[in-house]
């Protein structure tokens, strides 16, 4: 039997991006006064997120992926309307990406069809007719690619592919290939380059893509093909187009073969923005700088004529559309049974009868500890302005949270404390915005890092993982006295890292994360079971068989149960990398998505398609919850400021 009930969970940054797409008419004279370019204009409708787009036509007929209605979706608008089309694709499928219309097809990526081994991408190229639906997978099964291009005559297709590699754990800058094949015979494919990414055509001979170069900056390189490609083998090695002192990414290349739109970040800069970079003269014309300059611009496109240049960026807080982040925003299953619901901020954790949420808003400016219904119609302020995260509610007291208290990401020798965070219900009132609280710490100032606390199920007990012994064990500790009066024990002892427990419903058994199979290991962790009293220790296979390579690859975080006890929901990195990280805001580990499995690690399902990261789930301790009032409390929430990071691993500062 499928797992049911309602699962909450975060996706970094996601929910502040407000990304609409944009379009500029590009001047014929490039060095034009920022007052001579014409006003930037929204083409999407200001509903969801819209990015990644495409035009369809010199008309700006634009495709674009947005991920209204609970998953991402393709749609076309045309000139003269706001309304916006959905076009067909395989129902299936909750993630698409890349999208390009032509020929009478639409082009896009999709991650619907699970990859042949664990730690492979799923994310495959695919086209549909625009007019009878038929779909038509051109990755071959066994491969994976991304960022799709079509050349000017549509005759050729250039991906991002790993081929039939694994994934090798890289997401900086991907280790693919670009790859060439004909449109009419995708299974003939040839490496035209390798290590590179987001390829351009800017004429059925010429490839622009971008890689890191081996001076660190991100550049754009340039390979020529040859006439009679197909016929004469690989092309000559490709040479670098941009130069270094600035990364440039993203490219799209103008048809006349001379210029290309790129994204770029500069010394100095806070902002990615848009530029135009002649190739001949080695200048770059500065786009968006002009028009927005304390905005993020992400994956320029230009027309089939080059007579306009696309972007997509945050809105703007005053722009119509979309302007509040809803506390929890609906997010399709591929489940059916099993509700799913993204949380505007991370830990959550659900009051014993499900009727509320806690969590961290954030860990930084917006730190501390709120709750909210859990229809999303109503929230309330805890405390802020001290760092909280990982939550727990008390099983059998719908007053009581527990939460560490203090620095997250830490040594194991600073100081974390684990607070019992109490109030009174009776003043979660409409009227009411801030509640007063209690909080009683649980844990010793000297013992360290102490976090990440779970409560058993008769609520007597926290399990929680501490440093106090130089190393990151579990410890339970009496859940109203703490170790003061209470007392405390160690669960686990050993020169590893335990992590992240989670206390069964029936409490016989407390799941976590370690890597004791590999000490040496910090980005390796599995899920282990062990008794309360020490006993019956177990890892529980998930990837692989035991004693396997994919097993130990493993890196799962985040575990819990289900209400029944009988599976586990976890974030896992067994689905590798769904697209180019560089294209996003920044994802601390992109290749996050939800699973599930039965105790034993049987019946692995994914839950969550995306180019983000996603964790801290939560399962609901109830049946399925009651969201009535989910369409009415999307309009209750917090302000859209466009308030995310660019990815911090991009560096300047050689």
Known sequence: MDPKGTIVFTTVGRTQYGFDVFSVKIPSNLDAPAALWDSEHRITDGISINYNAQFVDEDETLVYVSERNGASR???????????????????SLFHDRPIVTGGRLYFISAHEPADAPFKSWS??????????????????????????????????????????????????????????????????????????????????????????????????????????????????????????????????????????????????????????????????????????????YNPFVSPESGFLGYHRFRGESAPGDSIIPHLEFMTSPIKGLQMFRVNGSFPSFSSNGDLIAFNPDFDSNSGLKIVKSDGSKGWTLFKGRTTFYNAWSPTEKNVIFSSLGPIFASAKATVQIGRIAFDPLNLDDDREDIPIDIKILTREDTGNNAFPSCSPDGKFVVFRSGRSGHKNLFIVDAINGEFNGGIRQLTEGPWIDTMPSWSPDGKLIAFSSNRHNPHNVEAFSIYVIHPDGTGLQRIHVAGAEG????????????????????????????????????????????????????????????????YENGTPAWHPGPELDMGNLGLASRVGDKLKGEFDEPLWIHCDF
């Open 548 to 611: 396997s390579r994919e097993v130990d690859r493993e890196r799962i975080n985040h575990v819990c149960f289900s209400p029944d006890g009988k599976w586990l929901l976890f974030t896992a990195n067994m689905a590798g990398v769904t697209a180019e990280p560089v294209s996003v805001p920044n994802q601390f580990q992109p290749y996050g998505d939800l699973f599930v499995s039965r105790l034993d690690g049987s019946g692995l399902r994914r839950l969550t398609w995306n180019g």
């Open 74 to 92: 393709i749609y076309l608008t045309r000139p003269g309307t706001t309304k916006s089309e959905l076009l067909s694709s395989p129902p299936e």
């Open 124 to 297: 495959a190229l695919y086209s549909t007719g625009l007019h009878d639906g038929e779909v038509r997978r051109l990755t071959p099964y066994g491969s994976v690619d991304y960022s799709p291009a079509i050349s000017p005559s549509g005759k050729l297709i250039a991906v991002a592919s790993y081929g039939s590699r694994p994934w090798g754990g890289d997401f900086h800058d991907l280790q693919t290939d670009i790859v060439v094949f004909r449109e009419s015979d995708p299974t003939k494919r040839t490496v035209i380059c390798q290590h590179g990414g987001w390829p351009t055509w800017s004429s059925d001979s010429t490839i622009y893509f971008h890689r890191q170069a081996d001076d660190g900056w991100w550049s754009i390189f340039r390979i020529d093909l040859p006439e009679d490609f197909g016929l004469s083998g690989v092309p000559t090695s490709p040479s670098r187009v941009t130069p270094p002192g600035l990364h440039s990414f993203t490219p799209a290349a103008m048809h006349d073969g001379e210029r290309i739109a790129v994204a770029t970040r500069r010394r100095g800069k806070d902002f990615r923005h848009v530029e135009i970079f002649d190739v001949y003269s080695q200048k770059f014309h500065p786009v968006t700088e002009l028009l927005n300059p304390n905005f993020h611009h």
